[in-house]
């Protein structure tokens, strides 16, 4: 009984947070995505698949995103559609 309680009284002195460790969690165009790091801007996950920010739309969580808003910070859940213009005729 003494050893639990012993053992017990060491996980309470040291508290793992998990949640921190964790990758931000985004639904991209669709696709889960748990690989990309916290903190990231739209503009940086845009720059992440190669694409010019002047010749996307973005579409986060339901609501179109101005071109001057692609410095806003994404969170975790958060869902982006990234929309490339495609010029033909």
């Known amino acids: 009984m003494v050893k639990a309680h012993y053992e ?4 309470e002195s ?3 947070f998990v ?20 903190s990231l801007s739209v503009r940086e996950l845009i720059e992440r698949y190669k ?7 973005i579409e986060l969580n339901r609501r179109l995103l101005r071109g001057d808003k692609y410095e806003t910070a994404l969170k975790d859940g958060d869902e982006v559609e990234i929309v490339t ?5």
């Open 14 to 16: 040291s508290p793992i």
């Open 19 to 38: 949640e921190d460790e964790l990758p931000m969690k985004l639904t991209v165009n669709g696709e889960v995505r748990e690989d990309l790091p916290d």
């Open 51 to 57: 694409l010019s920010p002047e010749k996307v739309a």
């Open 8 to 11: 017990a009284k060491i996980l």
């Open 85 to 89: 213009f495609v010029g033909g005729g």
